[in-house]
């Protein structure tokens, strides 16, 4: 450990040489920023990831099976369980993916799963993204690079490999392709926030990194037009292009990022999308709340993993218990991501309190409130000694033929001493997440 | 008493230059119904390689397909006729999205202000408040072409006072679902008009009826259905994407006439 430690500075040399980088826009201009890592890393002991892992795999199986409810009869609804404003007024919700059943009913390939650990060792969920989650290749990358600056590292410590990402992924891919066609990655381009990734997970998977424009669609099938007027026909892809692009015949007409009519030939089941498009309903901060319902309606099953304690001000008994106690709240805008739209009652001057339980009480259901996690502080490196910081974990969940936990992950720490938003997007840094082996 | 009405619908796009690799969805034929059924209908899509047909997620036809060679224009459009009934009565089960704003309907305190202007009465029947809001809006909105584009919200359009149908449906839209009266909109044709119509359907008990709000009247006959959605977005009558750096220019010819009584209402 002392070794790596030592060798920070050189890892963090071979990051930037190797381009991992994070792109962040502030105030509408791209910047591309490293993304920085620090080397002593979260270990997580197995008895305890025994216990994620399965928590984790509960809630993707009822995640899935909610997608797959909510795409055609809407039960859950029907019977009471979710109301059906929360569908209806969410933005993740797309009517355009009414009764499509995607390859294999999988909607949910690739999930990333934020979590923290609470001071009494408790692991609870912050959030889900179900939709384009990133970050896989960061912890990836940065254990090959400290192998190779510390060799003797991982002869000493028995934890878990993490290069089977990629052929999980990979598996997840091909399970999920609908006639053996060619499997391609489709980024948004160079200035994606996550391009270093795209290509990536294209170059170790062996698929195809392509562009907008490289695919077209003709006679309700995909495919690809590869350099010298090769064609080829493609059975799945993994596309890192958000749903409200994907498509501008189905969603936003002014999208130069998708592919025209790609939504007929996913009706159609002559391609595979993942992940599935409408998957935003799931993760959407407003139905965090029903996850564990979910999970008792789905799967007759507890939840084994719980979440923040959250309040919907949709209902009044939980309007009334934001309003009153909002100063040890986070008050969350169910219509933003990465980090954007989240508040903390507690740094809050009179003004911007009033101004928010103003908005809570005429536009309630736009907003969720949860309780301030005391989660655990992480040693960071920072100069020759080392300080705290709030971390959270993302977990990596895959769906092919079952459902599986890469057992490793991404731990994201605040960069600020009493920031609680980890967010990549917010400045964040990074660590291996190391665990034990059976 | 029903009517047969037979009209003639055809949009051509004009491109400076050549394009290629034109993908297209269409909603350009109308829709079948218990208000209206269709006698006979042609559709033209030229040029086009092979066109596929579907249903889109609110049973509206589409067609889609992509002009994979050189062309420097594109029509499309349909003709047939149309047997409408007296009344203009969709009997369905509420789909309950229809409750909920949409991109171009959601409501802004301009619309909430103008919502509690309106008085209504207990004994009122759904369709006596539809009218009372189209009235509302009437008052408030004059009919100015060109004054909106394609992406003027329901706010933005009553924020300015001015509009067309298109505006004047998402507005009354917008007043509707605030009221809790599920509504949706509607694009299709009308006697007497030169280009594509817009209206609004509302719930009431149980089945759509409508109603014009650019013409201040709730509609009982006379208004071919194409297509229905949450609002203009979803009815979108083409929709395309094409290689090449050409401007467009779109030539639209839309005949409608009563076939019993023989006379052309309106040319354009």
């Known amino acids: 450990m002392t070794t790596l430690i030592e060798q920070r500075d050189a890892v963090n040399k071979w990051l930037e040489r190797y381009g991992v980088r994070f792109g962040v826009y502030k105030g509408g201009v791209f910047h591309e920023q490293l993304f920085p890592f620090d080397p002593i890393p979260r270990v997580i002991k197995r008895s305890e990831w025994n216990h994620i892992e399965k928590g984790l795999i509960q809630r993707v199986k009822a995640l899935n099976l909610f997608l797959s409810d909510i795409y055609s009869g809407k039960q859950i609804v029907a019977d009471g369980v979710i109301p059906e404003e929360f569908i209806y007024s969410s933005k993740g919700y797309l009517p355009q993916c009414e009764n499509i059943t995607p390859s294999k009913g999988i909607y949910t390939h690739i999930c990333g799963i934020d ?13 889900d993204n179900l939709r384009i989650p990133s970050g896989a290749s960061y912890p990836i990358i940065a254990r090959t690079i ?12 028995h934890i878990e490999e993490n290069r089977g990402y990629i052929d999980l992924l990979r598996k997840t891919m091909d399970y999920a392709n609908v006639n053996g066609g060619l499997a391609v990655i489709l ?3 160079r200035y994606n926030s996550a391009f270093f990734e795209h290509s990536f997970l294209a170059e170790k998977t062996g698929a195809t990194l392509v562009f907008p424009g490289d695919l077209t669609v003709e006679n309700e099938k995909v495919y690809y037009n590869g350099l010298f007027n090769t064609r080829q026909k493609v059975g799945v892809i993994y596309r890192r292009v958000s749903d409200e692009f994907l498509d501008p015949m189905a969603f936003d007409k002014s999208s130069l990022l998708g592919i025209p009519n790609v939504m007929q030939a996913y009706a159609k089941g002559n391609v595979a999308l993942m ?6 309903i799931a993760d959407d901060k407003g139905l965090c709340y029903f996850v564990p319902k979910m999970i008792e309606y789905y799967l007759h ?3 084994l993993l719980q979440n923040a304690p959250t309040y919907l001000p949709y209902y009044p008994d939980d309007r009334k218990y934001v309003l009153e106690n909002i100063r040890k709240l986070v008050i969350k805008d169910v219509s933003e991501a990465g980090g954007y739209g989240v508040m903390f009652g ?3 001057d009179e003004e911007h309190l009033a101004n928010i339980k103003h908005l809570i009480e005429t536009e309630p259901r736009r907003w969720i409130a949860q309780e301030v996690i005391d989660f655990i502080d992480l040693e960071v490196l920072e100069g020759s000694g080392t300080v705290l910081r709030k971390a959270d974990l993302r977990a990596f969940v895959l769906c092919a033929d079952e459902i599986r936990v890469w057992h490793s992950g991404l731990t994201r720490f605040a960069r600020e001493p009493d920031s609680f938003v980890v ?4 400045g964040g840094g990074f660590k291996d997440t190391w665990v034990e082996k059976n | 008493m029903d009517k047969l009405v037979e009209y003639h619908y055809l949009t051509k796009v004009v491109f400076s230059e050549k394009v290629h690799s034109h993908s297209f969805l269409l909603r350009c034929t109308p829709s079948e119904n218990e208000y209206q059924k269709i006698e006979s209908v042609s559709s033209r899509i030229a040029p086009a390689g092979e066109v596929f047909r579907a249903s889109d997620c609110f049973g509206n036809t589409v067609y889609y397909g992509m002009a994979g060679e050189p062309h420097d224009s594109f029509e499309f459009g349909s003709s047939g006729t149309v047997r409408l009934s007296g009344l203009y009565a969709l009997k369905e089960p509420l789909a309950g999205i229809f409750l909920y704003p949409s991109a171009f309907t959601a409501p802004d305190s301009g619309i909430a202000a103008l919502l509690s202007s309106v008085r209504f009465s207990a004994s009122e029947t759904v369709s006596e408040k539809v009218l009372k809001l189209c009235s509302a809006l009437f008052s408030r909105m004059e009919y100015a072409p060109n004054s909106t584009t394609i992406e003027t919200t329901a706010a933005e359009a009553l924020r300015a006072g001015r509009g067309v149908c298109q505006d004047y449906s998402h507005a009354l839209i917008s007043l509707c679902r605030l009221s809790g009266i599920a509504a949706r909109y509607v694009a299709g044709f009308i006697e007497g008009e030169g280009c594509t119509h817009a209206w609004v359907e509302y719930y009431d008990k149980d089945c759509w009826r409508a109603a014009d709000p650019t013409h201040n009247r709730l509609i009982e006959t006379g208004y071919i259905k194409l297509s229905h959605g949450r609002d203009f977005d979803d009815c979108s009558i083409e929709r395309g994407v094409f290689s090449g750096a050409a401007k467009q220019r779109l030539e639209i010819s839309l005949q409608v006439q009563e076939k019993s009584a023989g006379v052309s209402l309106q040319k354009s």
């Open chain 1, 115 to 127: 979590l923290v650990q609470a001071r009494d060792g408790s692991w609870i969920i912050l959030e």
């Open chain 1, 146 to 157: 400290t192998r190779k600056v510390s060799p003797h590292t991982f002869e000493h410590n």
């Open chain 1, 187 to 189: 980024t948004p381009g």
């Open chain 1, 275 to 280: 992940n599935a498009p409408g998957n935003g």
């Open chain 1, 301 to 303: 099953e507890t939840p």
């Open chain 1, 346 to 348: 507690r740094d809050m």
């Open chain 1, 423 to 426: 967010n990549s997007s917010q």
